[in-house]
């Protein structure tokens, strides 16, 4: 089946440095990926949708300036967390849409805790 | 608003009882809803129901849909410890690909 992957697996970073979380689908293109946040006991919540080739569309809530968002090829998507905070300490999720039935593959999670 | 619950969020069980997750959605446009079961990382996909009234079935898990209703149930038989899990119920929105996600069911199963 089709594979998506994201580095880092996990990330611990200071207060007020940006991290690049990377999204990318091995064995398909991808022209719609979407970003999902998950905290503790709680369900995935989708942060914005990226378009390969387009501006992200983001979620109701979610601040685009504070979650950097780039499809730069139909198999590549990143996530910059920008002068993360310990609030922004969260499992990120990305998803990308592929294969004949245009089904959604999601990519293992990255950790992502900020101290 | 588009929303997707779930139903109960935790559940303790023990080894061979049967369970029923409930997945109740209000989508405007509602095109497929999907189970997954999310154990440490992310979700693993479990069914995806478009129709009312046919039951899927994989092993000791099965799910229906009642389009009627605005419903699905997920069910596991003879449960094992190994379906401890969270259970997610997405709904995807017709000519977006966009999943909402339900609020989950959190499953124990104790030997």
């Known amino acids: 089946g089709a594979v998506v992957s994201q580095h880092p697996s996990w990330v611990i970073c200071k207060s007020g440095t940006s991290v690049k979380i990377e999204c990318r689908s091995l064995?398909?293109?991808?022209?719609?990926m979407f970003w999902y946040r998950q905290f503790p006991k709680q369900s995935l919540m989708l942060m914005a949708t990226s378009n390969e080739g387009s501006k992200a569309t983001y979620e109701q809530g979610v601040e685009k300036d504070k979650f950097l968002i780039n499809h730069a090829s139909l198999t590549l998507s990143t996530l910059t967390v920008t002068s993360a905070h310990p609030e922004d300490s969260s499992f990120y999720i990305c998803?990308?849409?592929?294969?004949?039935?245009?089904?959604?593959?999601f990519g293992p999670g990255t950790r992502l805790t900020v101290l | 608003e588009d929303k997707v619950v779930q139903s109960p969020l935790s559940l303790v069980v023990h080894e061979g009882d049967t369970v029923t997750l409930n997945c109740s959605y209000e989508v405007t446009n509602f095109r497929s809803l999907l189970w997954y079961k999310q154990e440490k990382k992310a979700p693993t996909f479990l069914f995806m129901l478009t129709s009312s009234g046919i039951e899927k079935k994989s092993g000791r898990l099965s799910s229906i849909l009642d389009k009627k209703e605005l419903f699905s149930i997920l069910n596991i038989t003879a449960t094992q410890t190994g379906d401890s899990a969270i259970y997610l119920c997405?709904?995807?929105?017709?000519?977006?690909?966009?999943?909402?996600f339900g609020t989950g069911t959190r499953l124990k199963v104790l030997a």
């Open positions: 998803s990308a849409i592929g294969g004949p039935y245009n089904e959604q593959f």
């Open positions: 064995d398909f293109q991808a022209t719609t």
């Open positions: 997405a709904v995807e929105v017709s000519g977006t690909y966009k999943y909402i």
